[in-house]
């Protein structure tokens, strides 16, 4: 059996994406016809740069739901003189299997395409959550240093500062270290910042209908019971259901992600508090006996979604590059993982005679960041108009 030519080898990437072409079609359709219905989600969809970026992060978070259907190999399966295949190449013993390899063979003689899609399903996972936790941190004491002041926010303030004292990479280096997995490290930090989420929730949904007793027992009482459900398992791994629960490895990896990013949104956020809460409505909410976290959650936080909106894209490309450089390092959720930046570390080895094995996921990688940044142009492009 011949190799595939480069107009076959595309033509079967395109049938091999169709549920993500599909996927998107339906989206972009949905979403431009009822688009002044939708607020700013609505008016992304009349900014050029906008849509681009959003079509090329839904293209991965859809690669991502569907790579079960798209994958063409066991990601983690070697297959016999496949080893630095070229794209295109039949396999030797498809064995009622995928008669090719797309996008070649590694090293190791895997399937390159499989192992991309399914490493896109590994960064998205955890950089999204990771940055929704981040914010939760952020926002939760961002606000009251930015509102209440005085020495809580230079107690807040100087410990964020210290964190952000420390370079970066070796902050990261150290946390997810294998020799931090041995210790109570990773769970006592995992136990303070996992936390915050149900904390937030809680606060926030008191605030809301304190004056509402029903309400505020029925939705605090939900809160609770979910998230610290999900608190328990997330980490402690004590869940007795097993719905919640991570790995050593991943919880390394993302208690570091958030530790990071939370110190910045603290600023961002004290920042954004210390100029609103000079506003009008600010003081008319003072003058009509509201309570302090409701004036900062439900008066000042909402008027704040816009640069927060921006910022929550750019974090999460920030931190797909993290994770990316975890990989390439070596210190990703797993050695055998195919998340991009152990694939492209595994590549380079052989980059200027096999290019392909690396060069695939660092183009997947490359593309989801400058869509997460195209997407973040437009949102603060049309949250100004507001």
């Known amino acids: 059996m011949d190799s595939l030519s480069w107009l076959d080898l595309l033509g079967r990437l395109f049938i091999q994406l169709l549920p993500v072409w599909v996927a998107l079609v339906a989206v972009f359709a949905f979403s431009i016809i009822y688009k002044r219905r939708l607020g700013l989600y609505g008016r ?130 150290l946390l997810v270290a294998p020799e931090i997995q041995n210790t109570a490290i990773p769970r006592v930090m995992a136990g303070i910042l996992f936390l915050m989420p149900v904390l937030f929730f809680t606060v926030l949904l008191n605030a809301r209908f304190f004056t509402q007793p029903m309400k505020r027992n029925f939705y605090v009482g939900a809160v609770l019971m979910i998230g610290l459900w999900a608190y328990s398992g997330l980490a402690f791994n004590a869940d007795p259901l097993g719905v919640w629960g991570m790995s050593p490895n991943l919880l390394n990896v993302f208690v570091a992600v958030v530790f990071v990013n939370a110190p910045t949104v603290f600023r961002i956020v004290r920042g954004i508090t ?90 997947a990688l490359m593309s989801l960041v400058l869509g997460l940044n195209l997407l973040a142009d437009g949102l603060r492009e049309e949250s100004l108009k507001d």
């Open 44 to 173: 992304l969809f009349e900014s050029t740069v906008g849509m681009i970026g959003f079509a090329l992060v839904m293209f991965w978070v859809f690669t991502a739901l569907f790579a079960t259907l798209i994958i063409t190999h066991d990601p983690l399966a070697q297959f016999s003189g496949m080893r630095n295949a070229a794209p295109g190449s039949p396999v030797r013993d498809p064995a009622g299997g995928y008669a090719y390899f797309l996008l070649g063979g590694d090293a190791l003689a895997r399937d390159v395409f499989s192992r991309m899609v399914m490493g896109a399903r590994e960064v998205l996972r955890i950089a999204p959550f990771a940055a929704m936790i981040s914010f939760m941190i952020g926002i939760s004491l961002g606000l009251p240093a930015g509102y209440i002041g005085g020495k809580l926010d230079t107690g807040l303030t100087f410990i964020a500062n210290l964190v952000l004292a420390f370079p970066v990479i070796l902050l990261f280096f």
């Open 274 to 363: 210390l100029d609103i809460k000079t506003r009008d409505y600010v003081a008319a909410a003072q003058t009509r006996g509201e309570g302090p976290w409701y004036i900062m959650l439900w008066e000042i936080l909402p008027n704040a979604r816009g640069p927060l909106i921006v910022d929550f894209c750019l974090r999460i490309g920030y931190t797909t590059i993290l994770l990316g450089t975890l990989g390439f390092f070596g210190l990703g959720v797993a050695p055998e993982s195919p998340d991009w930046g152990s694939t492209i570390n595994q590549g380079r080895r052989l980059l200027t005679v096999y290019p392909h094995a690396a060069l695939a996921p660092a183009v």
